[in-house]
Each structure stands twice: as C-alpha cells, then as structure tokens.
C-alpha cells in the first residue's frame, strides 16, 4: 500500500528551467495539496484540489501552477525556476477538503542554482 | 497570514522524562491536529482533534484541543530515543477549507 508517491526525490535545476514535480494517491481520496517546506518556516500551502476538476491557490501559489490530471494525480509545474524556489515539497491527500486528516508523501528535494 | 505559535522551538530531554510542547493563535480553529516528521520524511498524523475541550490519546501520547479553540497541546510521557524528530501543529480555521496552517516545529533531541 504506497500511500502518496512523488517524483523526483531529488532535483537540482538552473534559474529559468521548468519542471514538473508528480504525485500520486492510491487512497481513492477525493483531495489533493501541494505545499512547500523552508527551514524554520513549517509547511506552507501553494495549492490545493478539494476534487478532480477544481485547483484553488493557496498560501504562497506565486511561481507555480497545477494540474488535477484525474483522481490520483496532482502535478505542480515550475515554469521558469527561481533560487527562491529551492525548498523540500510536500504531496498530500485526504478523503475530502473537510476531512483534514492529510497523508503525506516522502517530499521532493529542489535546488534551483 | 495566519500563523499558529509553536513552542518550544527545540527540546534536548533525557531517555524516560515526559515532553510538552503548544501551539497558540489569536484566531479560532475548527480542528488541530499533531504530526511528527522524522529526516528525509514526510510528516506522520499522530493526533487529530475536533471539538473543543477534547483529549485524546495515542499510546504514550496525549493531545487537548483547547477550551478557547485557540490552542493545543501534545504531551509525550517517557520518552524514548525513538521520539526524536520535529513535531508540528496544524489547524484548520472556522471558515475554511482545505487550508491547514502549520506551526514552525518543535525539535526534539532524547538522550539515551
């Protein structure tokens, strides 16, 4: 039972490159959050899905753009990367956007050099 | 934004001693909940609160959702070398959704 799956694990990208970070939920969870993590600063929402068709902003969306491919998938793009974008982001899903019980994936580290 | 305050920020305790750590806002949340979050993971749902005034157990765990729904507290009794990692707070606001808005993190250290 994977839980949440995210890819890369890693990735280290120059100013100005794009790049799709995936994610995956085998829960049958109806949504889906993107958020980042900084040193210090706990976990801030960038995006959320409350359901397959809807992606609302979050705290700090600015730089980043989402897609809810279907039920199980919520990829966060990178158009053009910034060195303010390197962080740890986190994927999580929960049964429905009142149920806050999210579940996390295992992170995907990006350095923007 | 909103913002819930975590303290301690870090905690360096010995094998067996009993941990307290809180979160407080000056805004009124709907739920509460305690994650803990170990290196290179990402954060694990330990306790979930939803009513005010509620305490609610895990093991060796105990967490309170507070009477005002401004704050929350997690204790751990004797602790062990396997409790070390970050412990977060998260809230969800009355009136919204989707939004749960984490505190900055307890670190705690066990010396065996």
């Known amino acids: 039972n994977a839980g949440v799956t995210q890819t890369p694990k890693f990735q280290v990208l120059k100013t100005g490159q794009s790049m799709t970070l995936q994610c995956a939920q085998d829960?049958?969870?109806?949504?889906m959050y993107w958020y980042r993590q900084d040193p210090g600063m706990g976990l801030r929402l960038i995006y959320y899905s409350a359901s397959e068709g809807t992606t609302d902003k979050g705290e700090v969306p600015n730089g980043y753009n989402v897609s809810r491919l279907n039920k199980r998938e919520f990829s966060l793009r990178l158009e053009s990367a910034a060195p303010s974008q390197t962080s740890v982001y986190f994927c999580?899903?929960?049964?429905?956007?009142?149920?806050?019980?999210?579940?996390f994936g295992q992170g995907t580290r990006l350095t923007v050099v | 934004g909103q913002q819930l305050n975590q303290s301690p920020q870090s905690m360096f305790i010995q094998e067996g001693e009993d941990v307290s750590m809180n979160c407080t806002s000056s805004?009124?949340?709907?739920?509460w909940l305690w994650y803990k979050q170990e290196p290179g993971e990402g954060p694990v749902l330990l306790i979930a609160l939803y009513k005010a005034g509620e305490l609610t157990s895990n093991g060796r765990l105990t967490a309170q959702f507070g009477i005002t729904r401004k704050d929350s507290f997690l204790n751990i009794s004797a602790s062990i070398p396997s409790d070390v990692g970050i412990y977060f707070c998260?809230?969800?606001?009355?009136?919204?959704?989707?939004?749960?808005?984490f505190g900055k993190g307890t670190k705690l250290s066990v010396k065996p």
């Open positions: 998260a809230g969800q606001l009355r009136g919204s959704q989707g939004n749960l808005i």
């Open positions: 999580a899903s929960s049964g429905h956007i009142m149920n806050t019980e999210a579940f």
């Open positions: 805004s009124i949340f709907n739920t």
């Open positions: 829960m049958n969870h109806n949504s």
